[in-house]
């Protein structure tokens, strides 16, 4: 029998990569979680994953029960909310970087809110700086957010490439100044393609600063210039053009942070452990029918 408690095990190791990480976020001590692996490894004879002393990696046994271990577990949680009849209520100040809204954490949301109808959720919707402000200030309970390279604050959601995107077929001209779509500061994505650009000693221009996605979309397909965008989120229309030095830094952390101010409460904690599971949805949306 597949307990599980065994399974999320299972997969906050394949999250992580890490036994120790995996440990800490689950809030059990590393032993607990190895021994969960260890006894899920015994009980159907296979190997789940390959370890040496810096890596951790699955086998392809590994990858097949990631599909069973998230089906169980799901059907688990639901199972308990229906029989056990939890019935969480309260309010949540949740905020979310703007990136994010534009593919699969709506629909994540209104699931959320279906399992937990007595859950009042507040959103605000910004730059990753303007959230963190507003949570600092105690106007928020939740953040999903960027942070910046270096940074070790909040709970790590999933890894993002930020990259140069344009219009299909787009070819920058390195010979001129580059054009540059870009959110106003302070904004991580602005900070990575201007350094890129500056330490290349590429001299560019901001044609477009705009504080909503559907603007930058706008300016990008209207030839105004190139954005920096973490690869995962870019809409369907648009894509990675080659030729630009690499942003700087070109990869950035998606991460849940709640509130310093008081504990977490079990609405808030209900939405974090959603949001965690739903990871790969969030960054594989179909690119095909997804908008700004």
């Not at 095990?9 to 689950?26: I, P």
Request: proline letters at 7%.
């Amino acid at each position: 029998m597949l307990d599980p408690v065994v399974l999320r095990s299972f997969l906050a190791v394949e999250h992580y990569r890490s036994f120790s990480q995996a440990a800490r976020q689950l809030g059990v001590r590393q032993p607990t979680v190895s021994g969960h692996v260890k006894k899920l490894e015994a009980s159907i004879g296979r190997e789940l994953f390959v370890r040496d002393t810096h890596t951790v990696s699955l086998t392809t046994d590994g990858a097949a029960m990631v599909r069973f271990a998230r089906t169980i577990v799901d059907a688990h949680h639901d199972a308990l909310r229906y029989f056990g009849g939890e019935q969480l209520s309260g309010r949540i100040r949740f905020g979310v970087s703007e990136d994010l809204v534009s593919r699969a954490l709506p629909s994540i949301l209104l699931e959320f809110r279906r399992a937990y109808p007595l859950v009042d959720v507040e959103l605000s919707i910004g730059l990753s700086e303007e959230i963190h402000a507003e949570l600092r200030g105690d106007r928020l309970d939740l953040a999903f957010v960027k942070r910046r390279a270096g940074e070790r604050h909040g709970q790590r959601v999933f890894d993002d490439n930020f990259v140069w995107a344009g219009p299909a077929g787009a070819v920058p001209d390195l010979s001129r100044p580059i054009p540059v779509v870009t959110y106003p500061p302070p904004a991580l994505s602005r900070d990575a393609a201007l350094g890129a650009l500056e330490h290349a000693g590429l001299e560019y221009r901001i044609t477009c600063t705009t504080t909503g996605q559907l603007g930058m979309r706008a300016a990008v397909l209207a030839g105004l210039g190139y954005l920096v965008h973490t690869e995962s989120l870019l809409p369907p229309d648009v894509f990675p053009v080659s030729g630009l030095p690499r942003p700087r830094p070109d990869t950035t952390q998606f991460v849940l942070i709640p509130s310093s101010r008081r504990a977490q409460s079990a609405p808030e904690k209900a939405l974090a452990r959603v949001i965690v599971e739903n990871t790969d949805r969030l960054k594989r949306g179909h690119r095909a029918g997804a908008g700004w």
